[in-house]
């Protein structure tokens, strides 16, 4: 019997990719960028299954094209902001995406952020290797204490969760912001206290941003909530780019009305290198990591794999985004 007919649009650990191989007819884009829209659209076109990035953009266009016999759209992510999930659900494709398993490699990368950005470790590097450093200065790069402060993170789901246990082992108060408050037990859990966003923003010396993009989030952080920040604190985030408004940002930047910030996730991304942000000694940024670990690609590799094969089966996905699919 033919093996059914699957695109993948990079290459991905072994760990998923060899299992995809082994059980379809898979076409593998293999270089470093994203296929352009027209050679994705192409590629997809009478595929069975697709696994996709969030770097592909899976709507109507790509839908029509793939075909009628389209089972399944696993995406390599938590995060499916770049699927049109209703439209997949009205033709009865199940996407799947991969949570859970990099919930702490992504905590440990927004921590990594956060203590990088109050100690000016970049900034201390380029120090040294500028050959700037002649002495010992009483008042050389100085910056916040981490341990004791207030942090406030905004989305507590798994990840943001996650951090609030790293700040905790700091003896940091924690507060919180979300659509809904989470049960007491959570909150007592992090000794964790809901606040408006507004609140949040006022008393934070250190704001964690970890929740979706969606058309409510998409410029959460622009310049009036920016204002309503400390001129002490640090912004970190490692949710999505378009949750913060990067011009209210960079102003926010120049201006001092924050005083840094910290940015795993960018709007654009990638971030041109011509871009003010880049300019900005107060703003690091990295090239979307937070779950950059071997381990953790690994795992998210085994699992996008799963939920394709599971789908090309006709089963039910293990980790599928629209459960309403199946009736
Ligand atoms: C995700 O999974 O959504 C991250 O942004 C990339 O790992």
Same mark, same amino acid.
């Given at each position: 019997?033919?093996?059914?007919? *699957?695109?993948?649009?990079?290459?991905?650990?072994?760990?998923?990719?060899?299992?995809?191989?082994?059980?379809?007819?898979?076409? *593998?884009?293999e270089?470093?960028?994203?296929?352009?829209?027209?050679?994705l659209?192409?590629?997809?076109?009478? =595929?069975?299954g *697709?696994?996709?990035?969030?770097?592909?953009?899976?709507?109507?266009?790509?839908?029509?094209?793939?075909?009628?016999?389209?089972?399944?759209?696993?995406?390599?992510?938590?995060?499916?902001?770049?699927?049109?999930?209703?439209? =997949?659900?009205?033709?009865?494709?199940? #996407?799947?995406?991969?949570?859970?398993?990099?919930?702490e490699?992504? %905590?440990?990368?927004?921590?990594?952020?956060?203590?990088?950005?109050?100690?000016?470790?970049?900034?201390?590097?380029?120090?040294?290797?500028?050959?700037?450093?002649?002495?010992?200065?009483?008042?050389?790069?100085?910056?916040?204490?981490?341990?004791?402060?207030?942090?406030?993170?905004?989305?507590?789901?798994?990840?943001?969760?996650?951090?609030?246990?790293?700040?905790?082992?700091?003896?940091?108060?924690?507060?919180?912001?979300?659509?809904?408050?989470?049960?007491? %037990?959570?909150?007592?859990?992090?000794?964790?206290?809901?606040?408006?966003?507004e609140?949040?923003?006022? /008393?934070?010396?250190? #704001?964690?941003?970890?929740?979706?993009?969606?058309?409510?989030?998409?410029?959460?952080?622009?310049?009036?909530?920016?204002?309503?920040?400390?001129?002490?604190?640090?912004?970190?985030?490692?949710?999505?780019?378009?949750?913060?408004d990067?011009?209210?940002?960079?102003? $926010?930047?120049?201006?001092?009305?924050?005083?840094?910030?910290?940015?795993?996730?960018?709007?654009?991304?990638?971030?041109?290198?011509?871009?003010?942000? *880049?300019?900005?000694?107060? =703003?690091?940024?990295?090239?979307?990591? $937070?779950?950059?670990?071997?381990?953790?690609?690994?795992k998210?590799?085994?699992?996008?794999?799963?939920n394709?094969?599971?789908?090309?089966?006709?089963?039910?996905?293990?980790?599928?985004?629209?459960? /309403?699919?199946?009736?």
């Amino acid at each position: 019997m033919a093996k059914p007919k *699957v695109f993948v649009s990079r290459v991905i650990p072994e760990e998923g990719l060899a299992r995809v191989r082994e059980a379809t007819d898979a076409t *593998v884009w293999e270089d470093e960028l994203p296929p352009p829209r027209d050679q994705l659209l192409s590629a997809i076109a009478g =595929c069975d299954g *697709v696994l996709t990035l969030l770097t592909d953009r899976v709507d109507d266009e790509f839908l029509d094209r793939a075909g009628p016999q389209l089972k399944v759209v696993s995406n390599f992510a938590v995060g499916f902001d770049n699927v049109d999930v209703a439209a =997949c659900t009205r033709r009865g494709v199940p #996407v799947g995406n991969t949570p859970g398993v990099l919930t702490e490699t992504t %905590a440990d990368l927004a921590w990594a952020l956060l203590m990088a950005a109050a100690r000016r470790l970049v900034e201390g590097d380029r120090y040294v290797r500028d050959g700037k450093w002649k002495t010992w200065g009483p008042m050389l790069l100085m910056g916040p204490d981490v341990h004791g402060a207030t942090i406030g993170i905004v989305g507590f789901g798994r990840i943001g969760q996650a951090v609030a246990r790293r700040a905790k082992g700091f003896g940091m108060r924690i507060v919180y912001h979300d659509l809904q408050r989470v049960p007491k %037990a959570v909150e007592a859990e992090f000794d964790a206290t809901f606040m408006t966003l507004e609140g949040l923003l006022a /008393e934070s010396d250190f #704001v964690s941003l970890h929740t979706v993009l969606s058309p409510e989030t998409k410029g959460l952080i622009n310049a009036e909530r920016l204002g309503w920040m400390k001129p002490t604190a640090v912004l970190v985030n490692t949710s999505r780019g378009p949750v913060v408004d990067s011009v209210a940002l960079v102003d $926010a930047l120049r201006n001092g009305t924050i005083a840094a910030a910290a940015l795993d996730v960018t709007d654009p991304e990638p971030l041109p290198a011509d871009h003010p942000l *880049v300019a900005l000694d107060n =703003c690091l940024v990295v090239p979307h990591i $937070a779950s950059a670990s071997r381990a953790t690609r690994g795992k998210m590799a085994a699992m996008a794999a799963a939920n394709l094969l599971a789908g090309l089966r006709g089963e039910r996905l293990p980790t599928p985004v629209n459960p /309403e699919v199946y009736g």
